[in-house]
């Protein structure tokens, strides 16, 4: 039948390289992982030994901080940009969504300019205290630095749900007395839940993945994607890089997954 | 009144999350342009940083259009079908396709590149081309296009449009080249843009996957943030913005085109 076989025809590119380039190398990944010197076990390396605990440990923090904060801060900013129309709105949208397009060095590089040992806060600090404040290459500039590239992403992504939201439900509920506080925990945070499910757990998963700012950092905390880099590069341990990554890769995946059809589920509740 | 403090304290968070956001990058193009960053404005102003940016890196900026280029063009050629086939299959199986598709969405690149590298790696001529770097970002753009096509076939009937052609006696591939093609435009055309934007700021991929001939921008930056001073850092990280942002400008603009067609 023609159409039949236009159809493989359409598909026929995207399975050839799918197969090439994904299936095959992550089974070849996955052959790896469990061909180190403990075998199977080698899949649980990162829980089995405190060294990549502890980094595992370290990063599941920094992700989860991260993302509350990212999460207040953008349903905070999303609300107050949203059905409010002023002048150079377009403008001020675009100056928040641009650090989207930004690498992790990139962002590591600003943070290290804002407070680095030539940083802003630091000429700032020396000018008024005395003493030059540097935190760019401490956990604390990690995190600004996971807050800067995670905030544009759940920001659009809050601020569509917040722009659907009906003023006349939040008008009604405070001409009936309802304070502020109450107004959020009844009416607009769960209409804007399944937003914040996405936008989190895109957040915790980019997060747990991102590299390029703690390479440019180069901070003493090991977050997993560095220890992946240097167990591959330095210590030349291609299996367990391969195990600790399909972890790494697991948990993400898990994370978008069960954010995915949580949202869902609420959609289709609501 | 109760109402206002809320609404103040929300413009304020805005503003100082503003502010993080943007005083950094004017930090670095003032750095950028600045004969001395220690000393301050008192030095004045040169363009001398970025002229030693292009003579040292001008390789990376042009290598990272070729590799964005070539990018965008196998996830043309190999999304673009794609994505109308699985619209046109649906079902369980098409879920199941994309969501393979769209693992590298969710695995992070260092991961996929130690696969590639691991499967690969072996293949000299292939592991030391450009090309190599090439397929590390199809793999990563390719869900972002397919996406982008996929969001637009779900608005228009499309099976209408193919039925009435085919009625018409147009064969198969005609009816997809005439007839569906310039119905997705808009949807290819802010894949594009996505696809272009996120390859030439791509480094967890790349930073593994290049060789010392393969350096991208992204890459070239990471090795200048690490080796040269603050003034030339911040020109290189000038010449990537100058780079990004139209690109950046066009995905919105894109954006406010299809919103405003949607609505009317």
């Known amino acids: ?6 159809d493989l025809l359409l598909i026929l590119p995207l399975a050839i390289f799918t197969l090439a380039f994904l299936v095959l190398p992550l089974a070849r990944l996955t052959l790896e992982a469990g061909s180190g ?15 990549f605990r502890n980094s595992l440990i370290v990063t599941l923090i920094l992700s989860i901080i991260t993302t509350v904060a990212t999460l207040a801060v ?4 999303a609300q107050t940009l949203a059905n409010r129309r002023f002048f150079g709105r377009g403008l001020l949208l675009s100056m928040l969504t641009f650090p989207l397009a930004f690498p992790g060095v990139v962002v590591g590089f600003l943070i290290i300019l804002f407070g680095g040992r030539l940083g802003l806060v630091g000429s700032v600090t020396k000018s008024l205290t005395g003493t030059n404040v540097v935190f760019a290459y401490s956990l604390f500039g990690l995190f600004l630095g996971y807050l800067y590239f995670s905030v544009p992403r759940v920001l659009l992504t809050i601020l569509a749900a917040a722009e659907k939201l009906d003023p006349s439900l939040v008008e009604a509920a405070r001409s009936l007395g309802a304070s502020p506080l109450a107004i959020q925990r009844d009416v607009v945070l769960p209409a804007l839940f399944p937003a914040m499910y996405t936008g989190g757990a895109l957040c915790f998963a980019t997060a747990m993945g991102a590299f390029g700012t703690a390479f440019t950092l180069a901070t003493t905390v090991d977050v997993i994607p560095m220890l ?9 341990n291609a299996s367990m890089a391969a195990a600790i990554s399909i972890a790494l890769g697991f948990i993400t995946w898990a994370a978008l997954a ?11 509740g609501a | 009144m109760r109402r206002q403090w809320t609404t103040t304290a929300g413009i304020v968070i805005t503003a100082l999350l503003t502010l993080f956001l943007l005083v950094p990058v004017l930090l670095s193009v003032y750095a950028g342009l600045t004969v001395n960053y220690a000393r301050g404005i008192s030095a004045g102003f040169t363009l001398d940083w970025v002229k030693q940016v292009w003579a040292l890196y001008s390789d990376t900026v042009w290598r990272s259009l070729v590799v964005a280029l070539m990018t965008l063009a196998l996830t043309l050629l190999i999304g673009v079908p794609g994505a109308y ?7 369980r199986f098409a879920r199941a396709v994309e969501e393979i598709v769209t693992l590298p969405v969710a695995v992070p690149g260092l991961a996929l590149a130690l696969a590639m590298i691991l499967t690969y790696g072996g293949a000299g001529s292939f592991r030391q081309s450009t090309l ?8 990563f753009t390719l869900p972002f296009m397919m996406r982008s096509v996929i969001a637009v076939l779900d608005t228009i009937d499309w099976r209408t449009l193919d039925e009435g052609a085919a009625s018409l006696g147009s064969p198969a591939w005609r009816r997809f080249l005439d007839v569906i093609l310039p119905n997705v435009r808009p ?20 930073w593994m996957m290049h060789t010392p001939m393969t350096k991208t921008l992204p890459v070239g930056l990471a090795d200048a943030y690490a080796s040269m001073r603050l003034e030339i850092a911040s020109a290189y990280t000038l010449v990537f913005l100058v780079m990004v942002i139209p690109l950046l400008i066009g995905v919105q603009l894109v954006a406010g085109l299809t919103e405003k067609r949607t609505a009317s």
């Open chain 1, 37 to 51: 010197p403990q075998g199977i076990a080698g899949f649980f390396v990162i829980v089995t030994e405190a060294r």
């Open chain 2, 85 to 91: 086939a699985l619209v046109r299959r649906g079902g």
């Open chain 1, 258 to 268: 069960i954010a995915r059809s949580r949202a869902m589920r609420d959609v289709s």
């Open chain 1, 1 to 6: 039948m023609d159409s039949r076989r236009f």
């Open chain 2, 132 to 139: 190599f770097v090439v397929v590390g970002h199809v793999l």
């Open chain 2, 187 to 206: 949807g290819i055309v802010a894949g594009s843009l996505t696809v272009l934007t996120l390859s030439i700021g791509e480094f967890n991929l790349t």
């Open chain 1, 74 to 77: 953008a349903t905070v900013a």
């Open chain 1, 228 to 236: 992946i880099y240097t167990e591959f590069t330095l210590a030349t």
